[in-house]
């Protein structure tokens, strides 16, 4: 329930793990959710210096911080122990390579796509649902794309497929988890400018507002999905793209 007296996007006293906390978004998340009051478990495959450097030193200081491959069940299962309950999971880590679907090693590509956009979500979400539903409430903010809809602007095959996955999956989770007071939300973002972007050949003259997102731009939609103002919200994927794609 929302208190009249709070913010509704207050996140006092809430503990959130951000995977991909390294990345542009997952970083422009972790500050917003520290401004917003949020105690952070940060963690990231790129390693904790990476981390430090992204958020900086004395948020970095503030947090629990991890270099861990969110693919690995196992990993992530050992983190879901030394962290206990947490109110809060938002999963940014995610690869999109650019490469040829028809090229003999392409098999590798889309392993590592899986493993990093489907089974890191998957460990994610199991590893710390259970506390949560335990608890009788949380919150869980995966991260789609447009290119889960309609296929992506520059984006390939293997990053589409598991997109679109993660769309259908909050939904399957949301439903899950809602009689425990727990909402899943995801997040459906348009092109942002962060190194997944960068020098990618994106043509921002193509897109309707003229400019990609600011990674701020999608995380002040996660914050917003782990605050009381979003009490109501669940099973719902944010289209935060610019105009680029109605559907
Ligand atoms: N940038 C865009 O245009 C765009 C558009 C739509 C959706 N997205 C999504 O937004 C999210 C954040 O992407 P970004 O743009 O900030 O990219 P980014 O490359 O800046 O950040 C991704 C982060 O995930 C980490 N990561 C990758 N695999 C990991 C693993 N197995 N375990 C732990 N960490 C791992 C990387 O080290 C990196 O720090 C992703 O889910 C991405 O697919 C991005």
């Not at 009689?179 to 973002?189: E, F, K």
């Not at 994927?237 to 680029?244: E, L, S």
Request: glycine content about 12%; hydrophobic content about 45%; proline content about 4%.
């Amino acid at each position: 329930m929302m208190s009249s007296e709070k913010s509704p996007f207050d996140l006092t006293g809430r503990r959130i793990v951000i995977a991909g906390a390294a990345g542009g978004i997952g970083s422009a998340t972790a500050k917003l959710c520290a401004q917003q009051g949020a105690t952070l478990v940060l963690v990231d495959i790129a390693g904790k210096d990476r981390i430090r450097e992204r958020v900086g030193a004395e948020l970095a200081d503030r947090s629990d911080i991890h270099s861990l491959d969110t693919g690995s069940r196992a990993d992530v299962t050992a983190l879901a122990k030394q962290t206990g309950c947490v109110y809060g999971l938002i999963d940014m880590a995610a690869i999109a390579p650019h490469d040829d679907w028809m090229a003999e090693d392409w098999e590798e590509s889309l392993d590592r796509v899986i493993r990093a956009n489907v089974k890191g979500p998957i460990n994610l979400t199991r590893a710390f649902l259970p506390g949560m539903m335990e608890a009788g409430e949380g919150r869980i903010v995966l991260c789609g794309s447009v290119a889960g809809w309609m296929g992506g602007l520059r984006t390939g095959p293997h990053y589409a497929f598991a997109k679109g996955g993660i769309h259908s999956f909050v939904r399957w989770l949301a439903n899950k988890a809602a009689p425990c007071n727990v909402l899943v939300n995801g997040i459906a973002p348009g092109p942002v400018e962060t190194a997944m972007t960068e020098g990618k050949g994106y043509d921002t003259s193509l897109y309707p507002l003229k400019r990609m997102a600011k990674p701020e731009e999608i995380a002040a939609t996660a914050v917003f999905l782990c605050g009381a103002g979003s009490g109501y919200a669940s099973g719902a994927i944010f289209d935060i793209n610019g105009a680029t794609h109605f559907h």
